[in-house]
Nanobody, 126 residues
Framework: QVQLVESGGGSVQAGGSLRLSCAAS????????MGWFRQAPGKEREGVAA????????YYADSVKGRFTISQDNAKNTLDLQMVGLKPEDTAMYYC???????????????????WGQGTQVTVSS
């Protein structure tokens, strides 16, 4: 079992920055990949960024490339998402996710992940 707790959400104006953090606890040694997802009201949850915990290889959705940076601290079992140049369309609930096992659908696919946090709200005003 793994527990994921997100923090760092808030309200900012367009062009601003936020840093989200996800604290993982439990059987963290078995985590293969971690990701950040978001869900805006009335929309489906979508993958934003992902990182392979072993190699550190990262993946980003086209909509956030060049603005968001995913990083991990394996010693602290934390996953961060640095967001700069925020836009109103980035407004959403942001979720941290961890993958242990199962079918692989890609690093930004919801079905790839086994555990989810409760989410943290990001609101960007114009």
């Amino acid at each position: 079992q793994v527990q994921l707790v997100e923090s760092g959400g808030g309200s900012v104006q367009a062009g601003g920055s936020l840093r989200l953090s996800c604290a993982a606890s439990g059987d963290t040694y078995s985590i293969y990949c971690m990701g950040w997802f978001r869900q805006a009201p009335g929309k489906e949850r979508e993958g934003v960024a992902a990182i392979y915990t072993g190699s550190g290889r990262t993946y980003y959705a086209d909509s956030v490339k060049g603005r968001f940076t995913i990083s991990q601290d394996n010693a602290k079992n934390t996953l961060d998402l640095q967001m700069v140049g925020l836009k109103p369309e980035d407004t959403a609930m942001y979720y941290c996710a961890a993958r242990f096992r199962g079918n692989w659908y890609g690093p930004l696919a919801l079905r790839t992940y086994n555990y989810w946090g409760q989410g943290t709200q990001v609101t960007v005003s114009s």
